[in-house]
């Protein structure tokens, strides 16, 4: 997925390396950041209904 990713965003984007560079850089932050914030949403809410949260925001993030 990754490598497509990049093959994407050179070719049809036309994207800089750097570029490319900040948005795995971004990508890579937002999983730090969600697996720190993880433990805190797991006591706060269900743990189905994170998940679904979480699928949820992956689709809408991914689309």
């Keep these: 997925m990754q490598a497509n990713l990049v093959y994407y965003l050179s ?8 570029l490319i560079a900040v948005v795995f850089a971004a990508q890579g932050a937002g999983a730090v950041l969600g697996a720190a914030a993880c433990p805190w949403l797991a006591r706060r809410f269900a743990s189905r209904r994170a998940a679904r949260a979480a699928v949820g925001a992956g689709r809408v993030g991914g689309a």
């Excluded at 070719?11 to 750097?18: E, K, N």
């Design 11 to 18: 070719d049809y984007l036309a994207m800089s390396p750097s």
